[in-house]
């Protein structure tokens, strides 16, 4: 069993479309994240929830929102996508602070 | 906010090498973490590591968490290690975040 999956995979798209990356995490954790890895490997941080709630928003555009429906999935809109918004997106899962963060294994976003 | 740096940058080993991977973090933490991003882009956790040593097979890890700093051990590298590795830490400051290190890139040639 897949502990956090991501869907899709891949997602090519044409600027300016609005585009939805699935989130689930099946570990019972209750803090889930998105990290955005750019071309040069780099994790930052982009958005926190725990039990549904946002706690973490990392001065990220707000054409990016995500939605937390229950506590085992986070999924990420994106707005009017821009080049610039290229990258691999990793959602993440941890239950609390103190303990190992788990990562899906990516969506790949390329925007021509 | 908290800065994490790793050393080296590049690495490259012959199969069967030993090295040593630095992570230096500038304030406490509450949670540190080795990844290793394989070459099809999948994060593996390595391990969880605030303080102490752990060993998993030819990988160790050492956190000397008063110092700041942590080590990744690989022994007798395998051409499967090649890849980037990470060390992300949390600090103590309660923001619930990890934050990453640049990463070492690992290649290992037969």
């Known amino acids: 069993d897949t502990a956090v999956s991501q869907t899709p995979k891949y997602l090519v798209t044409q600027m300016g479309n609005d585009k939805s990356i699935k989130c689930e995490q099946n570990?019972?954790?209750?803090?889930m994240y998105w990290y955005k890895q750019d071309s040069k490997k780099f994790l930052k941080i982009m958005f926190s929830y725990n039990n549904k709630e946002l706690i973490i928003n990392e001065t990220v555009p707000n054409r990016f929102s995500p939605k937390s429906p229950d506590k085992a999935h986070l999924n990420l809109h994106i707005n009017s996508l821009e080049l610039g918004d290229s990258a691999v997106y990793f959602c993440a899962s941890r239950q609390g602070g103190n303990s190992p963060l788990h990562f899906g294994n990516g969506t790949r976003l390329t925007v021509t | 906010g908290i800065q994490v740096e790793q050393s080296p940058p590049d690495l490259i080993l012959q199969e069967g090498a030993n090295s040593t991977l630095r992570c230096n973090f500038s304030d406490s933490v509450n949670n540190l973490q080795w990844f290793h991003q394989n070459p099809w882009g999948q994060l593996i956790n390595l391990f969880y590591i605030p303080s102490g040593t752990k060993q998993n097979g030819r990988l160790s890890a050492t956190t000397v968490a008063t110092e700041r700093y942590s080590l990744l051990y690989i022994s007798s590298s395998q051409t499967t290690d090649s890849g980037v590795y990470f060390c992300a830490v949390d600090s103590s400051g309660g923001y619930n975040k990890l934050i990453f290190g640049a990463g070492t890139r690992l290649a290992v040639h037969p």
């Open positions: 570990l019972g954790h209750d803090t």
